[in-house]
């Protein structure tokens, strides 16, 4: 447990659903985060009344648009895919429910994967249109800002592919047409939840209408896919499935494992 900072009263006290307790009555849990501080509230006379509460770093309210992330959120708990939202205010402060005997799936296992999978899939093929897109042209000028915030040694290191990933963006357009979908767009292991057989999809900071290659790729690289796994997920989750997508998942791997990697090294 952690002791209540005069941050976290302060914050407690703009939430209509925590501001008539006191911190006697609440329980404060730290989580792991790296942009975001989390913790697991719970309330001591309610066991069973439990809330995550996110409180993000400045820094990242530059890249990520907290209206469209609201917006997407409410979307996707109507689709039964996202815990409730049950509070966030327009500098992404937020409090959601906490999924109870949750843990981060391991698509080693069949079972899991398949979930997984067919959850992605109902996000994909719903007939929702999230706020927000994500095109190339976005894609690549937030690479730039990630690499630019990098340090002179890191850009360094980073340049060959930074380079290639800005080449293989001008490309995708003839390569790889597929209409934008609703997308989680950091769709990373963290950011998936297992409780029994149900899955949940948690984080929806970077949301938007994007190409199903950006959740398919970005998924298959934080996991650690292998090319035969890849292959299966990108059957399962791509509508009208054609050979040459193979060829373009490839180039969404390396394209998102470098704005993932300019990313870290920018914020991490």
């Given at each position: 447990m952690v002791r209540f900072?005069?941050?976290?009263?302060?914050?407690?006290?703009?939430?209509?659903?925590?501001?008539?307790?006191?911190?006697?009555?609440?329980?404060?849990?730290?989580?792991?985060?790296?942009?975001?501080?989390?913790?697991?509230?719970?309330?001591k006379e309610s066991p069973k009344q439990k809330y995550i509460l996110r409180i993000p770093h400045e820094s990242t309210n530059e890249f990520i648009n907290r209206e469209s992330e609201s917006?997407?959120?409410?979307?996707?708990?109507?689709?039964?895919?996202?815990?409730?939202?049950?509070?966030q205010n327009t500098s992404g402060i937020s409090l959601t429910e906490y999924?109870?005997?949750?843990?981060?799936?391991?698509?080693n296992d069949s079972k899991k994967f398949?979930?997984?999978?067919?959850t992605l899939t109902t996000l994909h093929n719903s007939k929702t249109v999230f706020k927000g897109t994500l095109d190339n042209q976005k894609i690549a000028k937030r690479l730039t800002q990630y690499f630019t915030l990098c340090s002179t040694k890191q850009q360094q290191t980073l340049k060959l592919e930074y380079q290639k990933a800005l080449s293989l963006l001008e490309l995708q357009p003839s390569l790889c047409k597929r209409s934008a979908v609703p997308s989680h767009v950091d769709l990373v292991l963290e950011n998936i939840l297992l409780q029994d057989e149900k899955v949940w999809f948690i984080d929806w900071e970077y949301s938007a209408m994007a190409s199903p290659f950006w959740d398919i790729a970005t998924l298959c690289n934080s996991a650690n896919l292998n090319e035969a796994q890849s292959e299966v997920l990108l059957k399962?989750?791509?509508k009208n499935y054609q050979?040459?997508?193979?060829?373009?998942?490839?180039?969404?791997?390396?394209?998102?494992?470098i704005v993932s990697d300019c990313w870290q090294a920018a914020f991490i």
């Open positions: 900072s005069s941050m976290i009263k302060s914050i407690l006290k703009t939430i209509p659903l925590l501001s008539k307790f006191s911190s006697s009555e609440i329980r404060l849990q730290k989580l792991a985060g790296l942009t975001n501080e989390n913790y697991l509230i719970a309330i917006l997407n959120t409410g979307i996707a708990e109507l689709l039964n895919i996202a815990p409730k939202n049950v509070w999924i109870e005997d949750a843990s981060i799936p391991n698509l398949e979930n997984v999978a067919k399962t989750v791509l050979p040459d997508n193979l060829e373009c998942l490839k180039h969404y791997l390396f394209i998102t494992k």
